[in-house]
């Protein structure tokens, strides 16, 4: 059963600072995909990463994936207070031959401050 | 704003009650697909349908039933209602039966008391 991990699951950060946030996958999958959500709204759709050593950029976000480690990394740059939201990734589960459907983390809670 | 639209925004209702969900797609997706949101089980995967037809499906109880229509409009069907069934529902809309991207809807609240 494919399994997805993220850490940390809670972050809270100064405006102006780096950090990299991490999403591990149990079982092979080429294709990953990072949401953002809002308290009380719906999943926007960041990136989508469909091969190994993919990397992304939009803004002060950057994400990346390796698929041979299983892992997608979600930097950001220089955080500023809108970037608070809860960020998911997800992981395709469509190459085990199972049901065509997106398996998500629990979401990492961002919330940067002044 | 997606595209994706979804009715009720909020339903509050009894334990043993059945409501209905709706989803309509993006104009052009072919394929919908139901996620449950809750605090003990985050996001899940329910069910997708594809042009009309079941495609997958995943952690849906034996109460929850879903159709996709001609139209392409997609219905969520919950009965037999417990507590536990409070939750966020939402819909996603693609392209394909499997896609790069998944465009999600504003969402159902439904409240079971």
């Known amino acids: 059963e494919l399994k997805v991990e993220q850490n940390p699951l809670f972050l809270s950060m100064q405006e102006g600072k780096n950090y990299t946030i991490y999403c591990n996958y149990s079982?092979?999958?080429?294709?990953l995909y990072w949401y953002r959500q809002d308290p009380g709204k719906s999943l926007e759709s960041l990136f989508v990463?469909?091969?190994?050593?993919a990397v992304k950029q939009e803004g002060r976000l950057m994400a990346s994936l390796d698929t041979k480690a299983r892992l997608s990394t979600l930097h950001i740059t220089a955080a500023v207070h809108d970037l608070s939201a809860t960020y998911f990734c997800a992981v395709d589960n469509r190459t085990q031959g199972g049901s065509e459907k997106l398996v998500f983390g629990k979401g990492m809670k961002l919330t940067v401050n002044p | 704003d997606s595209g994706v639209t979804q009715t009720p925004k909020h339903l509050i209702t009894a334990t043993g009650q059945r409501v209905t969900l709706r989803c309509s797609p993006r104009s052009g997706d072919l394929s919908v697909y139901w996620y449950q949101q809750s605090l003990d089980q985050g996001l899940q995967f329910l069910i997708q349908y594809y042009n009309g037809e079941e495609r997958a499906k995943g952690n849906i109880l034996e109460r929850f039933s879903a159709q996709q229509f001609p139209d392409l409009h997609s219905e969520l069907n919950l009965s037999s209602l417990e507590l536990g069934d409070s939750a966020l529902y939402f819909c996603?809309?693609?392209?394909?039966?499997?896609?790069?991207?998944?465009?999600f809807g504003p969402g159902t609240r439904l409240t079971v008391t």
């Open positions: 079982t092979t999958s080429d294709r």
């Open positions: 990463l469909l091969s190994n050593g």
């Open positions: 996603a809309s693609s392209v394909r039966d499997y896609s790069y991207e998944q465009y």
